[in-house]
């Protein structure tokens, strides 16, 4: 696994998050969840997060854990009585641009495509099932938010045609870095565990995924941009 150096990619269209489209509510003692319309809109106020953190307008946060539809601010400093109250009133009232597409580094994921649902993905895009490892190396992918098991990231890229459900029978045992498939994204496994989605391939050396050797521990951290390169059996 490798990264480059690439201009914008083509990322989803403008979205933009307007007061009263945010629902701020408290989550225990120091934290607050951000509720967004969709994953758009999480990723977009998500990365508005990191900017003001960035440029020092945010009160002191410990973590800001973006998810399918929300972000969470947890271990919020309280800099007096209703601070807490007051932030929420103050991130429920900002107007939010679209995530920027800035020139940055791209982790590769080398691919087997032989996974053992490429059929059924096949069938489902309309393809044959040679032309499933094109279309899925083709696309632009970008790390939503991670969670399932350490290292897991949720991938988003895909145009909405080429969604998938997930299986009917989830199966008992995943095995290490399989590259698999469902509804809007596109994960690989970092570990062996049980999965429902569907299987189309697996990465050669699944180990850099997840390190806790390493700092910071998980490769695809959200908001990295990821791209999926197709190679034999035998690399």
Not at 13 to 28: D, N
Not at 89 to 97: E, H, K, Q
Not at 135 to 164: D, I, K, M, Q
């Amino acid at each position: 696994m490798s990264a480059r150096e690439v201009g914008p990619g083509p990322g989803p269209g403008p979205v933009r998050v307007l007061p009263g489209e945010a629902r701020v509510l408290p989550a225990g003692p120091h934290a607050l969840l951000v509720e967004l319309a969709d994953g758009e809109h999480a990723e977009a106020f998500h990365a508005e997060l990191l900017r003001r953190r960035e440029r020092g307008e945010l009160p002191a946060v410990r973590e800001i854990v973006p998810a399918a539809r929300t972000v969470l601010l947890d271990g919020i400093a309280e800099s007096g009585p209703g601070a807490r109250a007051r932030f929420a009133r103050d991130l429920a009232s900002w107007r939010v641009g679209p995530p920027r597409r800035e020139d940055h580094n791209v982790v590769e994921i080398p691919v087997v495509y032989d996974g053992p649902d490429l059929d059924e993905v096949a069938a489902l895009w309309g393809v044959e099932a040679g032309e499933v490892a094109a279309l899925h190396s083709r696309t632009a992918f970008r790390v939503a938010f991670c969670g399932f098991a350490p290292g897991f990231g949720y991938l988003t890229g895909l145009p909405e045609r080429l969604h998938v459900p997930r299986r009917t029978t989830p199966r008992t045992r995943v095995p290490a870095g399989a590259v698999a498939l469902a509804g809007p994204y596109t994960g690989v496994y970092p570990r062996a565990s049980p999965g429902g989605w569907q299987l189309i391939g697996r990465v050669p050396d699944p180990g850099a995924l997840w390190d806790p050797g390493r700092e910071p521990a998980a490769l695809l951290a959200p908001g990295t941009s990821v791209g999926f390169v197709a190679v034999g059996a035998g690399t």
